[in-house]
T-cell receptor, first 114, second 114 residues
Framework: AQSVTQLDSQVPVFEEAPVELRCNYS??????LFWYVQYPNQGLQLLLK??????LVKGINGFEAEFNTSQTSFHLRKPSVHISDTAEYFC????????????FGKGTRLSVIA | GAGVSQSPRYKVTKRGQDVALRCDPI?????LYWYRQALGQGPEFLTY????????KSGLPNDRFSAERPEGSISTLTIQRTEQRDSAMYRC????????????FGPGTRLTVL
C-alpha cells in the first residue's frame, strides 16, 4: 500500500516570494508521482508528473518538483508566486505496476498575500 | 474538447433519501474513477471501471454505496438511505487507455445530507 504525507496544511506567502510545498510518500513498490491543483470552485487539475527520467520535473504555471528517491520526497517549488497561485495543492502517487487509483495526500492550502 | 462533467454540482438531501450522482467522462476514455473528498482531506478512492466492468470497488464504504457504468461511458454513483456522514465532495475522473496514469477530474458534486 502507498501513503502520502503533505507536511503543511496551510502555507501563507507574500506575492513574488518563493514557495516550497512538501510531500513525502511511502511505498513498497515503485511509483509515479503527481501534483494536482484545485482552484476555488473548480476541479482538480494536473500541475506536473514524474514518470521516469530526469528527477527535476517542470509543470504548468512556472511550478517544478524534484523527485528524491533516498528521501522519498517530491516537493513542489515556485521561485516567485502570484496572487493567482492561491489554491489547494495535492500530492499523489500511483504504483507503476498497473491500472490502480491515485493515493492522495491531505492537501496544502497556499495563500498568496499581496 | 469537453472535459469530465458531473451532475448535479450541488445536492442537498434529507437523511434516509437515496441520491444518484452522475459522471460523464471525456469521450473515448477507457477508465473511470470515483473518489470522495471530506472537508480538509484529500480525495479517497471509491471504485473504478475499465469500459463497463467494475474493476475495483474496495473503496466503497458499505453496501449503501454502488456504482455502474452500463455502456462504458456515463457512470452513476448511487447512495441509498443517506446519512449525515455521507456529506462530502464526490469526484469523478477518467483516463485514456494510453495514459492510465494521468487522470482528468471533473468539478465534483457537493453532497450535503441534512
Amino acid at each position: 500500500a502507498q501513503s502520502v504525507t503533505q507536511l503543511d496544511s496551510q502555507v501563507p506567502v507574500f506575492e513574488e516570494a518563493p514557495v516550497e510545498l512538501r510531500c513525502n510518500y511511502s511505498s513498497s513498490v515503485s511509483v509515479y508521482l503527481f501534483w494536482y491543483v484545485q482552484y476555488p470552485n473548480q476541479g482538480l487539475q494536473l500541475l506536473l508528473k514524474y514518470l521516469s527520467g530526469s528527477t527535476l520535473v517542470k509543470g504548468i504555471n512556472g511550478f517544478e518538483a524534484e523527485f528524491n528517491t533516498s528521501q522519498t520526497s517530491f516537493h513542489l517549488r515556485k521561485p516567485s508566486v502570484h496572487i493567482s497561485d492561491t489554491a489547494e495543492y495535492f500530492c499523489a502517487v500511483i504504483p507503476i505496476s498497473g491500472n490502480t487509483p491515485l493515493v492522495f495526500g491531505k492537501g496544502t492550502r497556499l495563500s498568496v498575500i499581496a | 474538447g469537453a472535459g469530465v462533467s458531473q451532475s448535479p454540482r450541488y445536492k442537498v438531501t434529507k437523511r434516509g433519501q437515496d441520491v444518484a450522482l452522475r459522471c460523464d467522462p471525456i469521450s473515448g476514455h477507457v477508465s473511470l474513477y470515483w473518489y470522495r473528498q471530506a472537508l480538509g482531506q484529500g480525495p479517497e478512492f471509491l471504485t473504478y471501471f475499465n469500459y463497463e466492468a467494475q474493476q475495483d470497488k474496495s473503496g466503497l464504504p458499505n453496501d449503501r454505496f454502488s456504482a455502474e457504468r452500463p455502456e462504458g461511458s456515463i457512470s452513476t454513483l448511487t447512495i441509498q438511505r443517506t446519512e449525515q456522514r455521507d456529506s462530502a465532495m464526490y469526484r469523478c475522473a477518467s483516463s485514456p487507455v494510453s495514459s492510465y496514469n494521468e487522470q482528468f477530474f471533473g468539478p465534483g458534486t457537493r453532497l450535503t445530507v441534512l
